[in-house]
């Protein structure tokens, strides 16, 4: 009625053979997850400078550039051209996806005694709450 099995199980470790797998540290997981976090955090950038060209966001996206790559080892992460985005009805949306991003970064960041990254973070998540808040008029 059923298929014997023919390997070994799956769940070998159970027996006590834990060598059969790679591990990784705890440190290398949260380098994984922060590196993540702000990857995602810079394609969210990319599109916001796509909208909204600005020396603020193309040395925010630098830095993060950055960051992403030293976590990665030096390999230099994907970026979206300049030239994805067009409808400016997105902006505020983007802007909340970033802080969103930029939140879950410094928890991380934070978590792994991370200065730099958790820094970077903190100040984008400063830019996009700014960027949220409604402006006023200005007086005539």
Do not use: N
């Amino acid at each position: 009625m059923y298929e014997p099995i023919r390997g070994t199980s799956v769940h070998s470790t159970m027996a006590g053979r834990t060598q059969d797998f790679p591990h990784r540290s705890r440190e290398e997981e949260l380098d994984i997850q922060l590196a993540g976090h702000l990857a995602a955090l810079l394609a969210v950038t990319d599109e916001l400078r796509a909208l909204t060209p600005s020396a603020d966001l193309d040395t925010a996206a630098d830095r993060l550039a950055e960051q992403v790559a030293r976590l990665r080892g030096g390999r230099t992460p994907a970026r979206v051209p300049l030239t994805a985005a067009q409808d400016e009805t997105r902006l505020a949306p983007l802007h909340r996806k970033a802080h969103t991003l930029a939140g879950r970064a410094l928890v991380v960041a934070a978590s792994r005694a991370d200065t730099t990254a958790a820094i970077l973070a903190a100040e984008r998540m400063d830019a996009h709450a700014a960027a949220m808040e409604p402006r006023e008029l200005a007086p005539r």
